[in-house]
């Protein structure tokens, strides 16, 4: 099993979340992270699909989503032909910043920065790979972490070849 960064280019329609995802569930295969934006193309949206699995078993994936209507496009990449992404908070109580330069060093060491302060509680980011913003989880933890929220990946493939370059070419068939 490897990780794969799975982009589905597709129309911006109601219900096709719902389809998209059930082509991997009925395979049983967890989402890892799941990402919804607009693309670079007007009318396009990107859905960036994180999953563990063998090649063969992507390869048929794709193959499968590009089957459901409203999907323009798929592709999978291998995590070292990406450029990626995630971002996490921490609500952390006020009383953390009593800790003074243990914190800001931990927060220095770990590039992130204070969000948001409030009487009760401050609000951490934190963007990296989803290890960076774990390790910093499991530091900030004893200090006596509120909340916490990871976003999804956000990936841009390698790759030089533009999505409207293979817009451009599937419409030349």
Request: proline residues 2%; glycine residues 4%; aromatic residues 6%.
């Amino acid at each position: 099993m490897k990780e794969f960064t799975v982009s589905v280019f597709t129309e911006n329609k109601v219900g096709l979340l719902n389809r998209v995802t059930v082509v991997l569930t009925r395979r049983h295969i967890n989402i890892e992270s799941l990402t919804v934006s607009e693309s670079e193309v007007e009318g396009i949206h990107r859905f960036t699909i994180v999953i563990n699995v063998a090649e063969d078993q992507v390869k048929k994936i794709v193959k499968q989503m590009e089957k459901q209507v409203d999907v323009v496009k798929a592709f999978y990449h291998e995590t070292d032909e990406t450029v990626h992404q995630e971002i996490a908070l921490y609500k952390m109580p006020i009383s953390a910043l009593s800790n003074g330069l243990n914190l800001e060093k931990m927060l220095r060491h770990h590039h992130a920065r204070i969000l948001s302060v409030s009487p009760e509680f401050l609000i951490v980011e934190k963007t990296g790979h989803k290890a960076e913003t774990q390790e910093l989880f499991n530091q900030l933890q004893p200090l006596g972490l509120l909340e916490f929220v990871r976003s999804g990946r956000i990936a841009i493939t390698k790759p030089m070849k533009k999505f409207s370059e293979h817009m451009e070419e599937m419409h030349a068939f």
